[in-house]
């Protein structure tokens, strides 16, 4: 299920949002977003989704 799959990102408001952010939080103006900060964010959101599920009890039917 790894590898060159659909992300589970958008990648348009991640980059909006770093862009935004940037605007409000430093005096230099940003204009692109690197492609491995998308890598970066991607494989974030993947492991803290997979600590998620690690962390459930084994009864239920709801990931909490």
């Not at 952010?21 to 993947?46: G, L, M, P």
Request: hydrophobic share 35%; with cysteine.
């Amino acid at each position: 299920m790894e590898g060159k799959s659909r992300g589970l990102v958008n990648r348009r408001c991640i980059r909006r949002f770093l862009l935004e952010y940037a605007q409000r939080s430093r005096t230099h103006r940003y204009t692109r977003v690197a492609e491995s900060v998308f890598d970066q964010v991607e494989a974030i959101v993947r492991d803290r989704c997979r600590a998620i599920v690690h962390n459930q009890p084994s009864a239920g039917k709801t990931i909490k």
